[in-house]
């Protein structure tokens, strides 16, 4: 059972990266027509996430894939029962992949707004549905002998809507201070001012979160069972409040280090409850897709686990890389000046 646990950890890990990685794009995104006061602005703001959004979509892809090859009956399942809600997810990602090409295509004002829109509903809808759905899978879905009972209004019950309306808040600060970080004057200035004014929002509702979770799901049954495991969920809240502490002291650089540790550590909290658990059923626990029963072969998961044992580390050298090379602050003038930005 190890090379199973070790791929649900892994998995775990891929979707944390992928959340803490384009939950900012996600944020600066929504935040775009809010922030942005005019077309420079806006340039700006995208020009900032423009040469790292497609690379953050890599650990998605990575997911996905890592669902597929370890997990396939709860890949199967999971894209079968989920068909609907996916598809429009990823019909969101793609308007927002081709908004940022095509918005500098031409100078119209009804042809950029067009776009500008696009680019606001094409962050806020996946950042809300990948919260709808593992809101969903926390709680455990339908399922019995006969398959799913669900639909696609069945997942927008209150839970499902809650964990959705805290991804969104979550990436909103994330965003805002991304933008805080990697712009200048004033809009760097708004940005932390709104990533400060969004925080309390999103620490009522992490709050109504861990309670509703309580009710809701059987995610604190681990953490009962093995109390040293509340350190997750507590870094999670001590990596929250840190957020608002770096604001305070004017340190947005910090503090978006600490929005990154928070959506780390969220996902870890749901992770460590879900255990072994991929989707539970909340009809009866006898038909739940776990790690024993959803997985691949033996040897299928050993060969897999010595290729991600090489080029995971390669991925992750390559990001930082990435992410080193495009470090600096973007500013209007330079946006402006260079035919080539977006």
């Known amino acids: 059972m190890e090379f199973q646990i070790i791929w649900f950890v892994l998995w775990g890990v891929l979707w944390g990266v992928y959340f803490m990685l384009d939950g900012f794009v996600m944020g600066a995104g929504i935040l775009h027509n809010v922030l942005g006061t005019t077309d420079g602005e806006k340039r ?38 989920l068909y609907t809600a996916l598809l429009l997810l990823l019909f969101a990602l793609i308007v927002r992949g081709v908004s940022y090409e095509f918005r500098g295509k031409e100078d119209g004002d009804g042809w ?11 962050n806020f809808l996946p950042a809300l549905l990948f919260g709808v759905a593992f809101g969903n899978i926390f709680a455990g879905l339908p399922m019995d002998a006969a398959g799913y009972h669900g639909s696609l209004l069945y997942l927008l019950n209150p839970y499902g809507l809650l964990t959705g309306v805290l991804f969104v808040l979550l990436f909103l600060v994330h965003g805002a201070l991304y933008l805080a970080v990697k712009t200048t004057g004033d809009l760097s200035s708004r940005a932390r001012a709104t990533a400060a004014r969004i925080w309390p929002a999103l620490l009522v509702v992490a709050v109504a979160f861990l309670a509703y979770t309580r ?11 093995t109390p040293f495991l509340f350190v997750v969920p507590l870094c999670a809240v001590a990596a ?16 978006f280090a600490a929005s990154c540790l928070t959506i780390l550590l969220v996902v870890g909290t749901g992770l460590v409850g879900l ?19 959803s997985s691949s072969s033996l040897y299928t998961l050993k ?11 390669i991925v992750i050298a390559y990001k930082i890389w990435v992410y080193r090379v495009f470090r600096g602050t973007v500013s209007i003038d330079e946006v402006m000046a260079d035919k080539q930005a977006y």
């Open 240 to 255: 929250l409040l840190g957020i608002r502490l770096f604001l305070v002291k004017g340190k947005p650089l910090i503090a």
């Open 44 to 81: 700006v703001m995208i020009n900032t996430i423009g040469p790292v959004w497609d690379g953050n979509e890599v650990w998605l892809v990575t997911a996905g894939g890592a669902t597929f090859a370890a997990f396939p009956t709860t890949y199967a399942l999971m894209f079968s029962y």
């Open 303 to 313: 060969i897999m686990t010595v290729v991600a044992f090489i080029f995971v580390p």
């Open 112 to 122: 950029k707004k067009g776009w500008d829109l696009a680019i606001m509903v094409g």
């Open 275 to 293: 255990f072994p658990n991929l989707i539970p059923s909340n009809l009866d626990p006898a038909y739940s897709l776990t790690i024993v029963n």
């Open 215 to 225: 009710f809701a799901t059987r995610l604190y049954d681990n953490y009962l069972a």
